[in-house]
């Protein structure tokens, strides 16, 4: 992933901040101001644009000329970083974007950090290694804008393929970045190239656009390409025939209920082959679309609980780029919410099976004290009083 992405991270969400400090009379304290949301991601979008020849290329980056330029606008992202991290700024209700914005906040401290002891390289890599958080929070479902005809430079526009689609996703360019990654499926030589743009385009033709046409548009070129991957056309065919059935259901005036998005999961979880498939990765975008659209609403207790893990199951089962461990979030969130309940415990488990995974190694788990503390306290917090 590129570094420009990850930095736009940060300014989707001030986008989102920027939007909840200005409301119309009459409005709640939630409801973003739609028109000045897009004002100003336009203008966010430009100046991130600006930032790329710097953030994108190693020499640019480690040009003594243009450190004092970078280390400024990492700190400007910093505090705002810190402002927009400030639960009274998110525009819903879904915790997904307080979730994402501790983990840039995390990030960029350790960006700052490396700048200053002049491990510049380090910087970089921490900048791209996690450049997913943006496209992730602008595809969690239908809400929000869409920018049609946005001005892009010369730099934007003389960025790799692959790049330029992410940069379109990034700033919710939905319509450009799909052509951008159909061309990528159909042209590209790269197994990683392909499986992003494979596992991008479809979180936007499901996720954001809820359209079955879109996203068999992309499965029929996968299934067309004369050199995707084998893996991935197995997939494909999967996905087919998850649209298909998509298709066949009768169209929903109302939002989706936890029974019916649980539904979803159980049917996916049938078809499963195996931990890491992704040949249910329909049914598993368009679950998590509809629980974020159910957190969105202010959900409490039981409900909220239940969201929460739905949530959880689709990132552990999905596996995003970036958010391997993100349910750990959600279940985590979860046990907060319904302490000493059923709902607790099943979050727990989940929570302990997800994080021991992560630290398994050829002589057992190696724990380091800090996450045994945790898992101590969660559990404590998980099981039911006596």
């Known amino acids: 992933m590129t570094s420009y992405l990850k930095i736009f991270g940060a300014i989707a969400l001030i986008v989102i901040a920027t939007a909840c400090e200005s409301k119309k009379p009459g409005t709640s304290e939630k409801e973003p101001v739609k028109e000045a949301w897009a004002n100003q991601m336009q203008n966010l979008a430009n100046t991130l644009a600006e930032f790329i020849p710097y953030v994108s290329s190693q020499r640019n980056f480690n040009d003594p000329h243009n450190a004092k330029l970078i280390d400024s606008k ?148 996968i299934l067309d390409s004369a050199n995707a991957p084998l893996y991935l056309k197995d997939d494909a065919l999967a996905w087919k025939k998850s649209i298909s059935e998509w298709h066949k259901e009768p169209q929903q005036k109302s939002p989706s209920s936890l029974a019916q998005i649980e539904g979803l999961i159980e049917k996916a979880k049938k078809l499963q082959r195996y931990p890491t498939d992704h040949s249910t990765d329909i049914y598993f975008l368009r679950a998590s679309a509809k629980a974020h659209a159910a957190l969105e609403k202010g959900l409490a207790g039981e409900e909220k609980s239940r969201a929460l893990f739905i949530a959880g199951e689709c990132y552990e089962y999905l596996r995003i780029p970036n958010f391997w461990s993100f349910q750990e979030k959600y279940y985590e969130s979860c046990i907060q919410n319904s302490p000493h309940s059923p709902m607790a415990m099943r979050c727990f488990k989940k929570y302990e099976s997800s994080l021991l995974s992560g630290y398994l190694g050829s002589s057992g788990f190696d724990l380091p004290m800090d996450v045994q503390s945790k898992l101590i306290e969660l559990r404590g917090l998980a099981v039911p009083m006596e």
Not at 84 to 104: G, R, W, Y
Request: one cysteine or more; a negative charge.
């Open 74 to 221: 990492v700190e400007s992202l910093l505090n705002l970083s810190h402002k927009i991290n400030e639960k009274q700024m998110a525009p819903d209700h879904d915790p997904t974007l307080q979730m994402v914005s501790d983990e840039f906040v995390d990030d960029l401290q350790r960006v700052k950090s490396a700048l200053a002891q002049g491990h510049r390289d380090y910087a970089q890599y921490v900048l791209k290694s996690s450049t997913a958080y943006c496209v992730e929070c602008h595809t969690r479902n239908n809400v929000g804008p869409t920018f049609v005809g946005m001005k892009i430079n010369s730099v934007v526009s003389a960025l790799p393929i692959i790049e330029r689609a992410d940069f379109y996703a990034a700033t919710r360019q939905f319509d450009r970045a799909l052509d951008e990654f159909k061309e990528v499926i159909k042209t590209s030589e790269k197994f990683a190239d392909w499986d992003r743009a494979a596992r991008y385009s479809l979180a936007i033709a499901v996720r954001f656009m809820d359209d079955p046409n879109k996203a068999l548009e992309i499965t029929n070129l």
